[in-house]
Nanobody, 128 residues
Framework: QVQLVESGGGLVQAGGSLRLSCAAS????????MGWFRQAPGKEREFVAS????????VYADSVKGRFTISRDNAKNTVYLHMNSLKPEDTAVYYC?????????????????????WGQGTQATVSS
């Protein structure tokens, strides 16, 4: 049974930082691209960042570029999202997801429909 479990969310002031973690089990982690998405109240889920199987390439939404960093540790079956210079508009539930078993080495999709497995999410709240 595949499980993706996010942690690290919380309440932080604007300008602060959070590090989200997503621990994966039940799948060949290093064979999957990984992504982070978020959903704010009343809004649709949106892409945040993704990373290739090896971690050698990353993709970011324009809204977080330069502030957020996605990384992964395949030995620990874990993907991270380091969030710096947080803004109130970053407030959302953050989800990690796994995509594309057997995909090409540079595969790091933006579209949620390309992801096969999803976590339950962790809440990040940024106060002004």
């Amino acid at each position: 049974q595949v499980q993706l479990v996010e942690s690290g969310g919380g309440l932080v002031q604007a300008g602060g930082s959070l590090r989200l973690s997503c621990a994966a089990s039940g799948l060949a982690f290093s064979a999957y691209a990984m992504g982070w998405f978020r959903q704010a109240p009343g809004k649709e889920r949106e892409f945040v960042a993704s990373i290739t199987r090896s971690g050698g390439s990353t993709v970011y939404a324009d809204s977080v570029k330069g502030r957020f960093t996605i990384s992964r540790d395949n030995a620990k079956n874990t993907v991270y999202l380091h969030m710096n210079s947080l803004k109130p508009e970053d407030t959302a539930v953050y989800y990690c997801a796994a995509a594309g078993f057997g995909g090409s080495s540079n595969y790091a999709p933006r579209r949620g429909t390309e992801y096969n497995y999803w976590g339950q999410g962790t809440q990040a709240t940024v106060s002004s």
